[in-house]
């Protein structure tokens, strides 16, 4: 009988690398053919990235790992992270089997439509260009869904609204903007946006005389905004009062919110990245949102609620499960298979739910050891292999440098190589 996700997750970084791959099978979330591909080292023809961009002279690997112990909206995941920096799979694992735990994750989208901007530079009056475009909205839409977004009106979604915005330019003169307001169902939905924008421009230049200067989508998309609550009951009073105020930091000062924004996409990048989402948008569209009254700020929130602590992540989170290299890149169908999500709304919330979860993980670090301790403990390894440790005396060097970060709190590559040549020269010496 197959094993559960939280099953298999009992133990699942001490296993070996062969070991967690026949768990991941055993559990149902991939299969024997996933396992061979991955044993073989994922991707090796360069023709598929050929298709993807130019110029190619191979492929730039990075880590994939699986965090653990996420139970999200009642429903267990394997989450499959693509990403190069020490702690961030584990802090994720662990702070995510302190909420199992303790408390749960919901979450939810609130919106449904992206955002296709069209530019016209200079308007001569702003006002007949608003009534103009306005009088003709119903019609616009119409002819954008018949010949534009016809796959997308059959599958539920397709252009839903136009508004129109006044840009002061500073000279006097005004910008038009005009927002074009589409549901792109499971898609990311940026080609098709963008293909919307282009073909408006000429009908919207006759219907208001003025000149379109661009059509591109927007990467702020504050109409479709994916929300995470995490509730943790029974923590310790003086650690939800620290969290609290790291809370605060972020809320107030950019400075801060900077680095805590930053700990949150250390849980969302690499689940973009694995699944061959744009994280380069999703990046561009949290900052945007964090910066939207006029100041950076947190994209997370934690308050203290009697005993209870409760943590929120709002922003936009646009992502996709069909086209483009979420269906193309093998890696990428078989992380999608693995998360089990079954539309682009699921896979927004389970991204936003890691993402808050690693920014708890954060908090609970740096507001009680501090950030360097467990960081370095498994940035270890990394120093090991930089001072060119040979499998035999990577435990030994390891070792060492354990002891030395237990006494001075702090370790660097200069100590790992300092052990590692005296390692040698012990080795060397006449007994």
């Keep these: ?42 991707m090796k023809d360069t023709s598929l990235g050929e298709k993807f961009i130019e110029n190619v002279i191979g492929y730039f690997q990075i880590p994939l790992g699986v965090a653990t112990n996420f139970r999200i909206d009642g429903k267990d995941y394997a989450i499959p992270m693509a990403v190069e920096e020490t702690s961030i799979v584990a802090a994720a694992s662990k702070t995510a089997k302190w909420i199992r735990e303790n408390g749960e994750i919901k979450t939810e989208v609130i919106g449904s439509e992206i955002i296709g901007q069209i530019q016209c530079a200079t308007v001569k009056n702003f006002a007949l260009f608003e009534s103009a475009l306005l009088a003709q909205k119903k019609y616009l839409i119409e002819i954008a869904n018949r010949e534009v977004a016809f796959g997308l009106v059959r599958r539920g979604g397709g252009v839903t609204d136009m508004t129109v915005r006044r840009i002061p330019r500073g000279d006097g003169r005004d910008m038009a903007i005009v927002h074009v307001m589409m549901n792109p169902c499971d898609a990311m939905g940026a080609n098709i ?36 609550v995490i509730v943790l009951k029974g923590i310790a009073s003086d650690l939800a009062e620290k969290i609290e105020e790291a809370s605060l930091f972020a809320e107030q ?25 744009d994280w380069r948008a999703v990046e561009a569209g949290i900052h945007a949102f964090a910066a939207r009254d006029g100041q950076y700020r947190s994209v997370t929130k934690w308050k203290r609620e009697g005993d209870t602590l409760v943590g929120i992540f709002e922003a936009p989170l646009i992502v996709g499960v069909v086209g483009g290299v979420t269906t193309l890149h093998p890696t990428a169908a078989l992380c999608m298979k693995m998360l089990g999500v079954t539309s682009a709304n699921e896979l927004s919330r389970v991204i936003a739910a890691v993402g808050l979860v690693q920014n708890l993980g954060a908090l609970k670090a740096l507001t009680t050891v501090g950030i360097i301790e467990g960081h370095m403990k498994l940035h270890i390894k990394n120093l090991t292999l930089g001072a060119g440790a040979q499998e035999g005396e990577v435990p030994i060097v390891q070792k060492k440098l354990e002891e030395i970060l237990a006494i001075r709190k702090r370790i660097s590559l200069s100590n790992a190589i300092e052990i590692l040549n005296d390692l040698r020269a012990s080795e060397q010496s006449p007994h």
């Design 193 to 228: 946006i963008n293909q919307v924008c282009e073909f408006l421009k000429e009908p919207i230049e006759q219907f208001t005389g003025e000149k379109v200067t661009m059509c591109i989508l927007s990467n702020l998309v504050d109409t479709k905004i994916t929300k995470a």
């Design 1 to 42: 009988m197959a094993r559960t996700l939280k099953e298999i997750f009992k133990g699942f970084s001490k296993l070996n690398r062969k070991e967690r791959l026949n768990a991941l099978e055993e559990s149902g979330v991939i299969e024997s053919r996933d396992v061979d591909y991955l044993e073989r080292g994922g």
């Design 253 to 277: 000062d950019p400075y801060r919110a900077a680095t805590n924004n930053k700990g949150v996409l250390n849980g969302i990048d690499p689940i973009l990245i694995a699944t061959g989402n």
